[in-house]
């Protein structure tokens, strides 16, 4: 019985982590592996767009930001697409 509660548990903590797989913007979603057209026409143009560099300072990618409802979205593009969604940071 412990093993099933301790099992339950780790699901439920991690499981909030799944859930930025996507990101709901009215009736549009928007998900990991979408293009940034799709996420322009769901979205619009993001607050500020962040160069990602590695540790040579070439550019990887772009961190593009929105401000919804009082709290940062986040979202990670690497060529053309959203690699990683971001809430509240």
């Known amino acids: 019985m412990r093993r099933i509660a301790a099992v339950l548990l780790l699901f439920v903590l991690a499981s909030p982590a799944w859930a930025f797989d996507t990101y709901r913007f009215d009736a549009r ?3 990991v592996g979408d293009s940034t057209g799709k996420l322009v026409q769901a979205a619009g143009h993001p607050a500020r767009i ?3 560099q590695n540790e040579y300072g070439a550019v990887t990618g772009e961190r593009w930001e929105y401000d919804i ?3 940062t979205v ?3 593009i690497r060529n053309g ?3 990683r969604i971001d809430e509240g940071r």
Request: glycine share 14%; charged share 25%; aromatic share 6%.
């Open 81 to 83: 697409k959203v690699e």
């Open 74 to 76: 986040g979202f990670t």
């Open 29 to 31: 979603v928007i998900a």
């Open 50 to 52: 962040v160069q990602l």
């Open 69 to 71: 409802d009082g709290k």
